[in-house]
Nanobody
C-alpha cells in the first residue's frame, strides 16, 4: 500500500468551487475520494484507475471531476457548484485491486475538511 496526504480543503460559499489534491507515496492502480458528512455514513465520491477509468457516485456526477497525474502520483477532485450538504471530511483512498466509488481501501489519508456555507 501507499501513504496518502490530502490538501486543498477549506471554507467556501454555496455555489463555489474547491480543488482537493491527494499525493501518494508511490504508484498505485486505483485512487479515489470518499467523504464523511455530518449525520451520515461514509460514502464514496469518485474513483479513477491509472488507465483513467472513472466512476462517480450519483450525487457527484455533473459537479465533481476526478483526475490524476500518474507521473506525480497525485489525484485531484475538482468540486463545483458546492452545496451546504457537501460539507464534511473528504478522504483519499487507494488500492491495488479493484476500483470504484466506495469507502473501503487498502490505504487511506487523514482527510481534509470542506465547509460550505450560505
Amino acid at each position: 500500500q501507499v501513504h496518502l496526504v490530502e490538501s486543498g480543503g477549506g471554507s467556501v460559499q454555496a455555489g463555489g468551487s474547491l480543488r482537493l489534491s491527494c499525493a501518494a507515496s508511490g504508484s498505485i492502480y486505483c485512487m479515489a475520494w470518499f467523504r464523511q458528512v455530518p449525520g451520515k455514513e461514509l460514502e464514496g465520491v469518485a474513483s479513477v484507475t491509472m488507465y483513467d477509468t472513472i466512476h462517480y457516485a450519483e450525487f457527484a456526477k455533473g459537479r465533481f471531476t476526478i483526475s490524476r497525474d500518474n507521473a506525480k502520483n497525485i489525484v485531484y477532485l475538482q468540486m463545483n457548484s458546492l452545496k451546504l450538504e457537501d460539507t464534511g471530511m473528504y478522504y483519499c483512498g487507494a488500492d491495488d485491486t479493484s476500483c470504484s466509488a466506495r469507502t473501503d481501501f487498502g490505504s487511506r489519508g487523514q482527510g481534509t475538511q470542506v465547509t460550505v456555507s450560505s
